[in-house]
Each structure stands twice: as C-alpha cells, then as structure tokens.
C-alpha cells in the first residue's frame, strides 16, 4: 500500500485542528419565491470530523444533492451557515463528467494544472493517480472508449488531483452494475486509509452507505432534515454482503421506512 | 502425455484458424478500400445520373442553338484547364476566399467571444447579428463600391459582412450549450476566468463552431462570386470576371465549364469540413463508429 502515500501529500494535519472539517450550522434553502417555492432544506445542522468518511442517506428529492452544491460553493444557502475551514474541496458527480475532447490522462493532468503544477509535476502525478486508480494503461484512451466504471475511475483519479482535503461524492456509483461497484467500494477504501480525506458521500443504497461510512446521517424527505444518525462500528475490511452490515442497512432501512410512511411515502 | 497432445491439438487448431482469417494488416487494408468504395459509388452514380439527364436535354432538342450537352462542355472545360487564364482566374479567387474567410473567423470569432460572455453586449447586439445574417450579401455591394470603390477591398468587405455573423453565432451557441455538468465539473476543479475560457467553454464550443465555419463559409463563397461578377477589375482574371466575359460574349459552353468549376471548388471546401467535423465527433466519441 506504499504506492497510495507516495503520491507526494504532506502529512496529514492532526485531527485537533478542524482543518478539513465540514460543518452546517442551521442551514436552510429555498428555491423559487412565492408559492411556487420549494423548500429543499430545512434547519440541518451537520459536523463531518476531519479524515471522515460520512453517509448521506433518504429517499430522492430530499435535498441530499443541494447539500453538496451547498458545501461545493456551487450555492448559497438561504439561511444558516456553510464552512469548510480553508480546506479544498473536490466533487465527484453521478456521471463522470469527464471533458469528452481530452484522453484520461489529459482530464487528470487538466486538474493538476487547474491548480498551478508544473509540467514535469504534471506528468509524474498523472501517472501516479492513474495508478492508483488502477487504469495505469489506459492514460491514452479518451473517455468513450472506456466502461462506465474506468470513467468513473477517471472521474476519482481527477479529484484526488486536487489535493483536496474534502471530497464530496453525490451518488457516484449510482449508474454502475454492483460488480463494479464492489471493486470501486474496495478501491474508495484503500485510497481513503492512504490519505486524511474527510468524506461526504451522498447515495440512496443503504448498503452502500454502511459498507462504505464511519457515520451515516438519515436525511427526511421535503423538506430535507436530519432525522438519524447511525455511527458504523464495523471493521474494515468491509463486505457488503456480509452479515454485520446487512443487520446495521437493515436498522437504518427501517428508521427511513417509518420517517416516509409518516409523509404518506 | 495428455497434456501434451491437448498443446499438440491447440497448436494445430491456432495454425488452422490463422488459415482462414485474414492479417490484422489485411484486414485494415480490406477495411479501407470497403469504406472508400462505400464513400464512392454513390457519387459516381450521382454525377452520371445528372450527365445522362443532361445529355438526354440536350438530345431533345430544348434550346438547340445554345443548350450545350455535356461532351462540349466538357472538352471546353478540359482546353480552359490547359490555359494559364483558368488558372491564374482560379488562384485569384482562391486567394479572396482564403483571406476573406479568414478575416472573417478572427473577427466572427472575437465577436462572438465577446456577445457570448458580456451580458449587456448580447442584448444590445445579439439579435443584430442573426439580422446580419439573414441579410442577402449582394444587397451591401452598392455599399461597399461606394465605400472602396471598385476594389479588392469591396469584394472582402462584403465577404466578411456575410459569413462573420454565422461564425459568431456558431461561437455563442457552442458557449452556450456547454454542458453546465462540465462547467461545474471545471469550477471545481478550480478552472476561473480565462483559465476557464481556454481549457474548458473553448474545447467544448468546438463543435458548434466548426458548424458556424462551415455555414460562414458558405456565405462567404456566395458573396464572393456575387462580388467578383459585381466588381469587375481590370487586369485581375478571377472566377467571376471569366464568366462575366462569357456573358458579354454570350459564350454557353465557357460559361457552364466556369460554372462547374465553381461547383467543384465548393463541394471541395464543404468536404474538408465535413473532414474536420467527422474527426471531432470521432475524438469525441459522438460517432458509431469509433
């Protein structure tokens, strides 16, 4: 696992400092005005510790993806308050979102110039991140002659390209058969224990969402709220099919059960 | 031993396999010909359907005295090729086109840059540049000789006047349709301003703009034979002053040689186009075949 901590980040800052830590403060967001408004989020107030690796879980048009927008700067709250300390913050999307006129490499290397490396630099991590994402020979292809799981690979290497300490992920396995996804969850963890990322990993898997967090946070549906949060005290290695995460996914699928019968589904 | 004769029958099937199929080489050899005989045959048939029809026009008798069939017109076509006039008529316009197209992308180009990105500028001229673009060419040439007199000059003016503002509008709607995934994807990534401009709304306006050329250039090549027909110069053989003479003269068969040769130049400049848009959307995996 040597090939994860060379990639040349400094160490770790220690977890005291609140450097890489996400928190939401009553946050609120409306969209529209008038009658037609729609409030998508309501009073949610969340902490993410630095280095960790939380799960947002509800049922769709709960808000979970404004969160992100909300935490990625792409939008401002109505009310309440966002802060990312001074960390950096990445974004992986449901769709790879991969520039279709640049090879893979090109997208990562694309990331790292975006963010003032030099040339030589360039090349040496882009070949390192690709790596790591285990696509070391497909650097030269472009983005359609890849499976959907490569690109989203791709898409994972580009982000780690930003040295960020916060990486936001909305749903990025979503549209890839559970094979894949198996082997990316794999993959999500040995990078993740190889650097102090701090995680917000938005999907409606429940599964998921217990294979991969240390925590993962129940959002309600219209508006979006936090309703439960379960803390994930399972070792890692983690099998989604084994049985202490079928027992924990199978809790949190109740408490999301009762929370949408209650508004009727 | 078992081990053995399965390797022995392995080998064997391999050597009987690569019997039958053909070499990697062969193949892309056979694959290139296919392609280039499919891309073929349907303009051969095309060009001696409207031959036939031709010579069947002319064998009816329409317009005896004048109509020329395609046999006269194609040796006058062939002797004209062994003069330098055609040529030198040929390099002239080339040379108008090359410059007044070019002239135009730069300036289409920074016109569009600029309307697509300066909010006040598209309200204030947006709808102006679609107006310049409806506009028929030939209608500035009084304009444009009052202006420049009958001069080189004239003719660009009015070249660039028609195809700028398709190549404008081909730069905004690229700009325009940029996938916002992609715009979020690059304001992430922490892509600002020009930055942004160069490595991400460029690139991906690339499309669209190939297509604003493409039709900019169509209106460019239509003002042009307009203006060389309009403003004859004495002394510089163009496309336009030939055919103008074959009129004076009422020379028909000349004039439908020079009217194929214009023909010609078009579909040659459509085609390194259409080149260039196939490469992008091959880059870009929009196409079936990758």
């Known amino acids: 696992m040597n090939r994860v901590t060379v990639t040349g980040r400094r160490a770790a800052p220690p977890a005291e400092k609140v450097k890489g830590a996400v928190r939401l403060t009553g946050v609120s967001k409306v969209f529209g005005r008038g009658s037609s408004a729609v409030r998508a989020l309501d009073q949610v107030s969340l902490e993410v510790a630095p280095g960790e690796f939380s799960c947002l879980i509800g049922a769709s048009g709960c808000g979970k993806s404004t969160l992100l927008s909300l935490v990625a700067g792409l939008e401002q709250p109505t009310a309440g308050e966002v802060s990312t300390a001074s960390s950096r913050v990445a974004f992986m999307f449901q769709e790879p979102a991969l520039f279709p006129w640049l090879t893979a490499a090109g997208n990562v290397e694309l990331a790292l110039r975006a963010r003032g490396a030099g040339k030589a630099e360039r090349r040496r991590r882009t070949a390192e991140l690709l790596e790591t994402v285990h696509l070391g020979g497909f650097g030269g292809k472009r983005p359609h002659q890849l499976s959907g799981g490569m690109r989203q690979r791709v898409a994972l290497a580009r982000a780690l390209a930003q040295d960020a300490d916060v990486l936001l992920m909305d749903e990025p396995f979503g549209a890839l058969d559970a094979m894949t996804r198996d082997v990316l969850h794999d993959e999500l963890d040995r990078i993740c224990a190889g650097r102090r990322l701090t995680v917000l990993f938005v999907t409606h898997n429940v599964r998921e969402a217990v294979r991969l967090g240390d925590r993962v946070v129940v959002l309600s549906s219209r508006p979006g709220r936090v309703i439960a949060e379960f803390d994930v005290p399972i070792e890692r290695p983690r099998r989604i099919d084994s049985a202490p995460v079928a027992e924990l996914a199978a809790r949190v699928t109740d408490r999301l059960r009762e929370e949408m019968s209650r508004d009727g589904g | ?290």
């Open chain 2, 1 to 290: 031993m078992a081990v053995n004769n399965r390797a022995k029958y392995e080998e064997k099937l391999a050597w009987l396999e690569s019997l039958e199929a053909p070499s990697p080489e062969e193949l892309r050899g056979r694959r290139l010909a296919t392609r280039a005989w499919a891309g073929t045959w349907p303009v051969l048939l095309a060009i001696a359907i409207v031959l036939a029809v031709w010579e069947l026009i002319h064998l009816s008798g329409w317009k005896k005295d004048i109509f020329p069939g395609p046999g006269a017109t194609l040796a006058n076509l062939w002797d004209q090729l062994h003069t330098g006039l055609l040529w030198h008529a040929i390099a002239t316009t080339a040379e108008r086109a090359v410059i007044g197209f070019g002239l135009a992308v730069l300036i289409g180009g920074v016109i569009g840059a600029l309307v697509s990105r300066i909010r006040p500028l598209r309200a204030a001229v947006g709808s102006l540049i679609t107006g310049l673009q409806t506009m028929p060419s030939i209608a500035w040439f009084p304009f444009a000789i009052i202006l420049f007199g009958i001069s080189t000059t004239a003719i660009l003016f009015v070249i660039i006047l028609g195809a700028a503002p398709s190549i404008a509008n081909g730069l905004i709607a690229g700009v325009d349709y940029t996938p916002p995934l992609l715009l979020k994807a690059g304001t992430m990534m922490g892509l600002r301003r020009l930055a942004l401009w160069r490595y991400l709304i460029l690139p991906a306006s690339l499309p669209a703009f190939v297509a604003g050329l493409k039709q900019g250039w169509a209106f460019a090549w239509r003002s042009l034979m307009a203006g060389e027909l309009l403003v004859v110069i004495a002394n510089q053989p163009s496309l336009g002053v030939l055919l103008s003479t074959d009129q004076d003269q009422s020379d028909m068969v000349s004039a439908t040689a020079i009217i194929i040769v214009i023909l010609i130049l078009g579909i040659i400049v459509d085609q390194l186009f259409g080149l260039a848009d196939r490469g992008i959307r091959r880059r870009w995996g929009l196409t079936s075949t990758s």
